[in-house]
């Protein structure tokens, strides 16, 4: 029997922000910011990035109580959604992000 599989392609989050020259932001957030707010330790997202969700475009952050936690969680949510870059700038880019995993 021949089978004929067509699988979602995946990538790791590093390699797709290698290929599409994109920049990964990480910030830590104080103390007491994550006392009063109950928030993770850290947040990050690709610079000046956003997620189209149909005609409108929303802003996406990880977050985790370490880096590689808040990348990680970051990866999930914009895995396999179409990401723009640069949208309200010239040299605007939309991307279809494929599934991400982490190597970290």
Known sequence: MEIIESLVPEQTIEQF???HDLIM?????RATERTQTHLSRYYC????GEI???SKLIGATGNGNTKAEA????ANRI????LVIN???TGRKE???PRLITGI
């Open 17 to 19: 922000a290698d290929d």
């Open 25 to 29: 932001e990480i910030h830590e957030r």
């Open 45 to 48: 997202h690709f610079r000046r």
């Open 52 to 54: 189209k969700d149909g």
């Open 71 to 74: 990348i990680t969680n970051y």
């Open 79 to 82: 895995s396999e959604r179409k």
């Open 87 to 89: 949208s309200t700038r």
């Open 95 to 97: 991307l279809d992000v």
